[in-house]
């Protein structure tokens, strides 16, 4: 976002040494994460005009509307430019076309064709920059995230503590505080929490005070606040308890001591327990495995390990295990199968291609190309591969209970850690 707005800024910068802006950057994330004031706020830095329309305007148009009004947007944004055109909402217009085109949304169809037009049409060097936002980026027509049009994607993830921290300070500067409001605190018992709704705990406790006559907000307005907000959003967002809080902190760093102890194994760059949209409720980031083209066979199985970590120090620890592993068991699987039915990577199969990959672009569906007798037997190997690999887990974190321990509290405590401060720990 920086880029962009030093691109308005300084576009001969760019020009000079013949780069050229992307068109276009979705920006992806949760409701209420503020996409729309990033955007809004590049406009602001930058100091070029901001031009905002959303998907579900153009939802009940009559036919041939939404295209004019693409059309019409585009028009003015060339003649203003440089400057900002945003698309909130873009899944609503944006989403994949089916190749039936039996009672196909036409006018969405429409709509979404002017929209792409448009963007290759223009000239990237006026400094028109397209920023649109969604929190369904999965559902996206791909024509859309094609080399030229929206090609760079800008997570905004809910908050950590620290970011909470200061999003509470930020709306807390609109109401009158008493003394001494502890906001660690606040933002710490606000576990997953968006910017809207810390926005809302803050009006709440406010509407609070008002309610009890008195002039000023207390610490305990916004404490109270905070279950009032939270529970109303229980069902839809996840805000994880005090005690599974603790169990995700000790899954995750079994996940990462797993992967450290082991010497091949990539080192954690970040560890989480900030409940995700995708449903996982911590996140162990490992270095990115993109830029891997060559793995080992070690490698492979300490990976597999490192998936078992998770559920392995959860039942070291609590002496019994959740659905929290039920991706990690996915995962594990995956990388066991395709050890014996497509790298050739079991001493009973060899070099045997035992399964086929079709459609590497979209999913990569496997197909078995082999006999029943033979499929019974990859699904022995299979299991027994995840089977040693758990041992090895669960020995290495057995030997490993203090660290375990400690990296955990740390990490409960801190929500968010980064790699340099789990191998700081790991090492004192
Ligand atoms: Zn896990």
């Not at 013949?18 to 276009?24: I, L, R, T």
């Not at 803050?202 to 008002?210: C, D, H, I, Q, T």
């Not at 907000?229 to 996840?238: L, P």
């Not at 490993?400 to 720990?425: D, P, R, S, V």
Request: hydrophobic letters at 40%; proline letters at 3%; aromatic letters at 6%.
């Amino acid at each position: 976002m920086k880029e962009i707005v030093d691109f308005l800024h300084n576009p001969q910068k760019y020009q000079e040494i013949g780069a050229s802006m992307p068109k276009g950057a979705l920006l992806v994330g949760p409701p209420g994460t503020g996409k729309t004031l990033l955007a809004k706020a590049v406009a602001g830095e930058a100091e070029v005009p901001f031009f905002s329309i959303s998907g579900s305007e153009f939802v009940e148009m009559f036919v041939g509307m939404g295209a004019a009004k693409v059309r019409d947007l585009f028009k003015q944004a060339n003649e203003k430019a440089p400057c900002i055109v945003f698309i909130d909402e873009i899944d609503t217009i944006g989403k994949k076309r089916d190749n039936g085109g039996m009672g196909g949304n036409d006018e969405r169809e429409q709509t979404l064709n002017q929209l792409l037009t448009e963007m290759d049409g223009f000239d990237g060097s006026k400094g028109v920059v397209i920023l649109a936002a969604t929190n369904r980026p999965d559902s996206l027509d791909p024509a859309l995230l094609r080399p030229g049009r929206f090609d760079r994607r800008v997570p905004v993830e809910l908050p950590d503590l620290a970011g909470r921290e200061a999003i509470l300070k930020v709306h807390a500067k609109k109401v009158k505080l008493g003394d001494n409001i502890d906001f660690n605190a606040i933002a710490r018992a606000a576990s997953g929490a968006s910017g809207a709704e810390l926005a809302n705990m803050v009006n709440e406790a406010a509407l609070r005070a008002v309610r009890d006559g008195r002039k000023f907000v207390t610490q305990a307005d916004l404490e109270e606040s905070i279950e009032v907000v939270i529970a109303g959003y229980q069902k839809k967002n996840k805000v994880l308890s005090d005690k599974e809080k603790l169990i995700v902190s000790y899954h995750e760093i079994g996940h990462a001591l797993v992967a450290a102890l082991q010497t091949n194994s990539a080192p954690v760059t970040k560890i989480t327990i900030i409940p995700r949209t995708s449903g996982a409720l911590g996140y162990t980031m490992q270095v990115d495995e993109g830029e891997r083209n060559l793995m080992s066979k070690e490698e492979i199985e300490n990976k597999i390990a490192t998936y078992t970590g998770g559920r392995v120090a959860e039942e070291l620890i609590f002496h019994s295990i959740t659905t929290g592993a039920s991706n990690d068991i996915e995962q594990a699987t995956k990388l066991a199968r395709a050890m014996i039915t497509r790298y050739g990577m079991s001493e009973e199969f060899g070099m045997v291609a035992l399964e086929t990959v079709s459609n590497q672009y979209l999913g990569g569906d496997t197909s078995l190309a082999c006999s029943q007798d033979t499929a019974k037997e990859i699904d022995q190997k299979m299991i027994e591969t995840v089977k040693t690999q758990y041992e090895k887990a669960t020995k290495l974190l057995s030997e490993n209970m203090a660290k375990l321990h400690e990296l955990a509290k740390y990490l409960y405590e801190k929500e968010t850690i980064t790699g340099e401060e789990f191998m700081q720990i790991l090492n004192s």
